[in-house]
């Protein structure tokens, strides 16, 4: 078992004790920083959790897609319009307290879902090129 895989099931044991989500994968690679991979999956949502040099990722995926997953962040930003930072710690509360809006959004209702998500992917992409047009511009001057 990873150090990552030991930490999630210390920590987010409820995911398997009372959401049926079940291990999928899990890789560990101490020779490349500890790079962890650790996969769970329920009926409606594949979430996947990576660690690399200490930092934490977790990536949502539907079921109903075939390998296209959405950072943890801008799915929480597409419901509430805020993208916290993340720790393991802070991970657990936040899935609790959204699991089921998380559920839905990535089952019955991915489509608008990836809609939304699109969306706001272009608007960061915008957004940067905007910014970086700035930095142009003043560099010039």
Do not use: C
């Not at 594949?46 to 950072?71: C, I, K, N, V």
């Not at 509430?80 to 959004?105: F, K, R, S």
């Not at 699109?118 to 940067?128: I, S």
């Amino acid at each position: 078992m990873s150090p990552l895989e030991q930490e999630l099931a210390e920590k987010l044991s409820w995911l398997v004790a009372n959401f049926g989500f079940e291990l999928s994968q899990s890789t560990y690679d101490p020779r490349n920083f500890g790079e962890s991979l650790v996969q769970l999956e329920s009926e409606n949502l594949r979430l996947r959790f990576t660690r690399g040099r200490d930092r934490l990722e977790l990536e949502l995926a539907s079921p109903r897609s075939e390998d296209e997953w959405f950072d943890f962040r801008r799915v929480l930003q597409a419901i509430h319009g805020t993208a916290p930072d993340l720790t393991l710690n802070g991970i657990g509360p936040l899935l609790q307290e959204n699991l089921q809006e998380l559920t839905v959004a990535f089952g019955p209702r991915f489509p608008e879902t990836r809609i939304e998500l699109e969306r706001l992917q272009q608007e960061a992409r915008d957004t940067l090129q905007q910014r970086l047009k700035l930095i142009e511009q003043e560099f010039r001057r």
